[in-house]
């Protein structure tokens, strides 16, 4: 549970850094891999807050601290799902109008 606890507030850590990593993006926007470095800590960090969050919730509703974290997972994973449709749908839709041929000009 300390291992879990220092892995949540390391998060929580991570958080205050992605309030600021927006600020350093304005000016370091024109380094593609110093903006993606910063985005990819700052979703990172907050789908693990989400995730640790929902975990402690559902523990001290619960009894086990197991049955929390595989509950939690669950609904955490189904989210993702849930949110990752539209953007895949909206990504296939448009490799599929790119890969369709320029209209004829007459």
Do not use: K
Not at 13 to 37: E, G, K, M, N, P
Not at 94 to 99: A, N, P, V
Request: charged residues 5%.
């Amino acid at each position: 549970m300390s291992l879990f606890l220092f892995f949540y507030f390391l998060c929580v850590r991570f958080q205050a850094l992605s309030l600021f990593s927006h600020t350093f993006v304005i000016f370091f926007s024109r380094h593609f891999v110093f903006y993606f470095l910063l985005s990819l800590i700052r979703h990172v960090s907050l789908s693990l807050f989400l995730f640790l969050t929902l975990s402690l919730l559902l523990y001290s509703l619960s009894c086990t601290f197991l049955l929390s974290v595989s509950l939690s997972l669950s609904i955490y994973l189904s989210f993702i799902c849930i949110s990752l449709t539209p953007f895949l749908f909206l990504s296939h839709s448009r490799s599929l109008s790119f890969s369709l041929p320029p209209p004829a000009i007459y």
